[in-house]
């Protein structure tokens, strides 16, 4: 697997986090949140938020408005890195293995940082360069 393939399982992890975070939100509370993990930068963030809208577009305009689950996850994944810059998520709550949020946050931004070397790279990355 190359270094900007994306990971299939992080979209429905990240769908878990943020039913957590709905379920923390419509209690009333706010979940507990660990210190800042440092992997997301306010780039990442805005590249996340960017490509969110962009696959919502896409949604809207592909087969009549119906979402694929691939898309889906993408969208949630998107939202999670820059939710995590904006505050950290909570930790996974299964304690029998080890949490997953930094290895997924840390895989996520390893694959837009990619693709935006990869972008640049052939002149594609800034408005203007076309």
């Known amino acids: ?4 393939s994306y990971d299939e399982n992080i979209g ?3 769908a878990a986090r943020w039913e957590n975070l ?3 939100f419509a209690n009333r509370e706010d979940p507990p949140a660990p210190e800042p993990r440092g992997v ?3 780039e990442d963030a ?3 938020l960017l490509q969110a809208a962009m696959a919502v577009e896409a949604a809207l305009t592909q087969r009549g408005g119906q979402m694929d ?3 889906a996850g993408h969208i949630l994944a998107m939202l999670m890195v820059a939710r995590d810059f904006v505050r950290p998520l909570p930790a996974d709550e299964q304690p029998d293995r080890a949490d997953p949020v930094t290895a997924d946050l ?3 931004v390893d694959i837009m940082r990619t693709a935006l070397l990869d972008a640049d790279e052939f002149g594609n990355g800034n408005p203007g360069n076309d």
């Open 1 to 4: 697997m190359s270094e900007s």
């Open 12 to 14: 429905p992890r990240a």
């Open 22 to 24: 709905a379920r923390w």
């Open 40 to 42: 997301v930068s306010e």
């Open 46 to 48: 805005c590249h996340a």
């Open 69 to 71: 689950g691939a898309l």
């Open 106 to 108: 840390q895989r996520l």
